[in-house]
């Protein structure tokens, strides 16, 4: 069997670090006999939208539907196209054309990852966040009136539907149930967001009802993020609306010291679209055209894209291979966000040897 | 002149600590000769609501309208009133009816206390959280439809206007001008919540021309929770909206590791209407009734009043005292949280020593 693959690279650093993330899949692919195929597209990044006036072809959707998986480098370049035009043209599209309703992020201390958290080792920390990805704060509705005057009033609005509500904190219940600890965190803000977070909270407790061997909690977002740092080693699944989500799932990693490299899946659990699968890590301009990104944000999307196509053993295997290269600590090989000298091919390459 | 300050203490640990917050007060005043005048209100509690049905009397904007301030504990109880309903019908409400536009939260390693990030001293981290306090996120606009369907919508507008905008960021440009650094941080989320924040982060640079001396940045709420863990030297001033600031006010505290000690303050610039000073910490039904909640917080915030009322020196040598008895580390003193044994009275007395 044939797994399509589509590959969007993007900007800056999201097309240096592509490279590495095919080489590891291809390695990965050969030891496991798993049969991909790539397709490679341009759209989806700044410099296609400074060709043609819009991020994506019209047809994209055609285009794009019949793969298996999309793996994408990293979109977004705000000197050249402002950020909310780039995202709500690009990816922001494929999570909600593809429904794909669920964000999950691994937020796990690796071997060799200094944590900016005292004292705090590998094994300490290993949770994963996950997200609403299609409603919520991110919504298109609202406006401005009175503009350019001292009335001027904005107005956007929050949207939640029993439907969006539901199937995330179903999947983050289903999720809890295979980890050892079965634990669920609810992100909320019900007292002072006091429309749509309590009724957020009421899907909590009612979905909670048909998972009894769950244990359940739930924070305000803004201790939530406080007991990030103070207690990260009481989170096991957190699930948060679209923002919240957002929020956690940039602040897990950074408590981990794994935001550079951390991965990120754009899930359809069911199947009917494409997944996308993209590291947590920008374009990062400032240091695009270097070789000197690091790759691993990538490799570890590749490794759950392989999780998500059936193959949790090869994907394992990247995860194992990536933890090996990092404990090695080889500074000739190792890029220098994690203290060494090398370039995004040598660590790249060597990842792509261990496995 | 008479400094008329009206007292709520509210639920739980805020009736505990806010004795101790007078008896610091009442030092101070003595030291440095300031005439204060408390008067105490039971209202504002969840034990009141349970009483008469709601958290306020009808009259207490006129009862509490004429004092120079108010001095808060901490309210809310979710097994007697659920939260929204407790904060919305109290603290909410004063803010609002109140105009007190600006919540204000010093975020500085404190000597003696742990910080939860390695390597952090005393000197390493002092910054201020500016935020909204009004509008924005925590607005009671929205409803729901299609109830108790699989239709079931839920929505509420975030709303912001030009003038809610645009006078929290001058409090900020000032602020930032007072301080050494002269450096601001505007908290954004314009790539994905399309409307409002665009509209916030071009109200920045409108009003960042007319502090042409004022270093300006701006970041992802996302990306900055995580530099607040990774980078918590680069902040100087940081600038939020209603939900971004009350995110970052707690998230800063924890890295200073004094999320239970820090202090705020509802701020009215104008001083139309009084001004409202409490602890960051909430009332903590877990450990209430004890005798061992930390009164830092509720004593620092006594300190901001007085700087608002003009005290600047005398609010400074409160915040010197608490450093001083913080820095001597008297177990006997401390409460558990700090690493001591002692009650929240021991260390009020402590404190009020100092002075
Ligand atoms: C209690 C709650 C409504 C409040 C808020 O979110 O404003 C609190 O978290 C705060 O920051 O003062
Ligand atoms: C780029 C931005 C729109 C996006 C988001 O907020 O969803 C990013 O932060 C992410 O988390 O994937």
């Known amino acids: 069997m044939t797994h399509r693959i589509a590959i969007i690279a993007g900007d800056g650093i999201g097309t240096e670090v592509m490279p590495e993330g095919i080489r590891a899949l291809e390695a990965t692919a050969k030891r496991f006999n798993i049969d991909l195929e790539f397709a490679t597209f341009e759209f989806g990044s700044c410099d296609y939208y400074l060709e043609h006036g819009k991020m994506l072809p019209d047809d994209w959707f055609e285009q794009l539907k019949g ?22 043209g690009s990816l922001l599209q494929f999570r909600r054309r593809f429904d794909q309703y669920i964000n999950l992020r691994p937020c796990k201390l690796m071997p060799g990852i200094k944590s900016p958290l005292a004292g705090r080792k590998p094994g300490d920390i290993d949770f994963y966040v996950v997200r609403e990805n299609t409603e919520g704060e991110y919504s298109s509705v609202g406006g401005k009136m009175f503009e350019g005057t001292d009335r001027e009033v904005v107005i956007q609005d929050t949207v939640m539907t029993r439907t969006g509500v539901d199937r995330v904190l179903k999947y983050a219940f289903e999720l809890a149930q295979t980890r050892p600890r079965k634990k669920l965190t609810s992100a909320t803000k019900s007292n002072g967001i006091s429309i749509t977070m309590p009724y957020w909270d009421e899907r909590v407790v009612e979905m909670a009802k048909g998972y009894p061997e769950i244990a359940v909690d739930k924070f305000h977002i803004d201790i939530l993020t406080a007991n990030f740092v103070l207690h990260p080693d009481w989170f096991d699944v957190v699930v948060g609306s679209n923002l919240f989500g957002d929020i956690l799932s940039d602040l897990g990693p950074a408590c981990t010291g794994t935001i550079g490299i951390a991965p990120s899946a754009n899930i359809n659990p069911e199947g009917n679209f494409p997944s996308l699968f993209e590291p947590v890590h920008g374009s990062a301009p400032d240091i695009a055209g270097k070789g000197i990104a690091n790759p691993i944000g990538q490799i570890w999307s590749g490794a759950m894209m392989l999780e998500h196509l059936g193959y949790k053993e090869a994907g394992d295997a990247m995860v194992t291979a990536i933890e090996e290269v990092l404990s090695e600590g080889d500074a000739t090989v190792l890029t220098r966000d994690v203290g060494g000298e090398g370039t995004t091919a040598s660590l790249g390459k060597a990842i792509a040897n261990a496995i």
Chains 1, 2 share one sequence.
């Open 67 to 88: 793969f298996d998986a999309l793996f994408y480098g990293a979109v977004g370049w705000p000197d050249k196209v402002p950020d909310h035009i780039s995202l709500w």
